[in-house]
């Protein structure tokens, strides 16, 4: 089966700095596919299946400048293009994103491996059986834990098991807050992962306000960080910089 696998459909290949979370303003290369299997209301990517007939590739690094190519990518021609932008300059790691970049694990299974630099995984922790697999290929995890309010459906038992796999590497954790977020969910994400590690960091990003969610008022958000001290021992407030430098 994963030796068949040729394409996936990758929305954009490009330079930035990491803009959220642990590694915040590292230079990193972002690889983005599409399709998730979440619909959080505060999204900020276009990640229907589908919706990218082709897929944008940085022509010069951090130029903003794109060549286009069809939908599905090749697995081999997507490592040759991303290992000749790492080439032309050192990169923190490579930063694999979505969407939900799990749903392309048998194409990710055979792209990790060529890739010349750390890799660090963005994901939603729902797929943990996906993450297993991808393991040994992976040396960061950013984890998002998604609330009730925001998915409308428990997450609990996935996150739980996601947390327990992703706990071996370096994992630090992120949760989106708005002003509307329910304060007896956050405490329950926070005692969540204290039940796993309670070093495990935890970052704390007030929305990017989009659709229903508001930014938090100072009042909600520095709550939320001494409601999640009383369970971690890292707990950052980090809101998406690259958004402020509009950066990509
Ligand atoms: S998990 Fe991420 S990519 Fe998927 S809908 Fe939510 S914010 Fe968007």
């Known amino acids: 089966m994963r030796d068949s696998v040729k394409g996936a459909n990758v929305i954009e290949v490009f330079s930035s700095i990491q803009g959220e979370g642990k590694y915040v303003g590292y230079r990193q290369l972002f690889v983005r596919f599409e399709g998730c299997n979440l619909k959080c209301d505060y999204c900020d990517t276009e990640h229907e299946a589908g919706s990218h007939e082709r897929c944008r590739i940085e022509s010069v690094i951090g130029s903003q400048n794109f060549s286009f190519y069809d939908n599905p990518v090749d697995c081999d021609f997507l490592a040759d293009e991303i290992n000749s932008m790492l080439l032309a300059l050192p990169h923190h790691a490579a930063s694999i994103t979505g969407g939900e970049p799990l749903m392309e694990s048998d194409y990710l299974f055979k792209l990790l491996p060529?890739?010349?630099a750390p890799i660090l995984l963005e994901t939603n922790g729902t797929m943990p059986r996906e993450l297993k697999m991808l393991l040994p290929m992976v040396d960061i995890i950013s984890?998002?834990?998604k609330l009730p309010s925001e998915v409308n459906r428990e997450l609990w038992d996935?996150?739980?098991d996601f947390l327990r796999i992703a706990s071996e590497k370096d994992l630090y954790v992120?949760?989106?807050?708005?002003d509307e977020t329910k304060d007896d969910e956050l405490r329950r994400a926070f005692e969540l992962i204290a039940s796993i590690d309670n070093n495990i960091p935890l970052i704390?990003?007030?929305v990017t306000p989009k659709g229903m969610s508001n930014k938090p008022s100072a009042k909600k958000i520095m709550g939320a960080?001494?409601?999640a001290l009383s369970a971690l021992r890292d707990v950052r407030i980090i809101p998406q910089t690259h958004v402020m430098m509009n950066l990509l």
């Not at 992120?174 to 708005?178: E, F, G, M, S, T």
Request: net charge positive; charged share 20%.
């Open 114 to 116: 060529n890739i010349n």
């Open 204 to 206: 704390l990003q007030p």
């Open 225 to 227: 960080q001494k409601i």
């Open 158 to 160: 996935l996150h739980r």
């Open 143 to 145: 984890m998002d834990i």
């Open 174 to 178: 992120k949760i989106v807050v708005a």
